[in-house]
T-cell receptor, first 113, second 114 residues
Framework: DTEVTQTPKHLVMGMTNKKSLKCEQH?????MYWYKQKAKKPPELMFV???????INESVPSRFSPECPNSSLLNLHLHALQPEDSALYLC????????????FGPGTRLLVL | AQTVTQSQPEMSVQEAETVTLSCTYD???????LFWYKQPPSRQMILVIR??????QNATENRFSVNFQKAAKSFSLKISDSQLGDTAMYFC???????????FGKGTRLSVIA
């Protein structure tokens, strides 16, 4: 089973809203990732968690706040977003953060009005 | 910094034919990993194939195979007997050893025509 699930599938929010994206995997993977993907572009890495600790933060604005409550779950808390933050947000996981294949979820399509 | 170049933004192929997608990369590392990912219009990114740089044998997964030329820093993907379901964006990606991010190419949009 190489399944990574993400909820919600779609999200529309205003610039003053607070919302959260959720990602879950039950493959025993110890590394989880958030990516942002604009249309017709490759994914851009935002955050990496390894053993539930933030190991890479690619200079992401503080309006994006990741959280890893346990080894199976990864959240992305959103607050005061801008319209240019509208994108597909992909979660991925891998067995470890080193030299391992990443498996992607279906993504959450976010629209900020 | 590592870079990955996919020089074909769009390609098309007739159903049942063979197509090759090109990918080149730039690195000074000797040990690294290369991937091809497929992203169909449904948008879920799926791993197609993975190659370890220390392995001389080209990776194969059913109708998908790679031509890995380490000296030339080339990693092309061959799709045999193309099917309509192969229509997707294909991303080539590079990862060096250690806790380092995946580096993606810009992608090649492949259309399989009936």
């Amino acid at each position: 089973d190489t399944e990574v699930t993400q909820t919600p599938k779609h999200l529309v929010m205003g610039m003053t809203n607070k919302k959260s994206l959720k990602c879950e995997q039950h493959m025993g993977h110890r590394a989880m990732y958030w990516y942002k993907q604009k249309a017709k572009k490759p994914p851009e890495l935002m955050f990496v968690y390894s053993y539930e600790k933030l190991s890479i933060n690619e200079s992401v604005p503080s309006r994006f706040s990741p959280e890893c409550p346990n080894s199976s779950l990864l959240n992305l808390h959103l607050h005061a977003l801008q319209p240019e933050d509208s994108a597909l947000y992909l979660c991925a996981s891998s067995l470890y953060a080193v030299q391992e294949t990443q498996y992607f979820g279906p993504g959450t399509r976010l629209l900020v009005l | 910094a590592q870079t990955v170049t996919q020089s074909q933004p769009e390609m098309s192929v007739q159903e049942a034919e063979t197509v090759t997608l090109s990918c080149t990369y730039d690195t000074s590392e000797s040990n690294y990993y290369l991937f091809w990912y497929k992203q169909p219009p449904s948008r879920q990114m799926i791993l197609v194939i993975r190659q370890e740089a220390y392995k001389q044998q080209n990776a194969t997964e059913n109708r998908f195979s790679v031509n890995f030329q380490k000296a030339a820093k080339s990693f092309s993907l061959k799709i045999s007997d193309s099917q309509l379901g192969d229509t997707a964006m294909y991303f080539c990606a590079f990862m060096k050893q250690g806790n380092t991010p995946l580096v993606f190419g810009k992608g090649t949009r492949l259309s399989v025509i009936a």
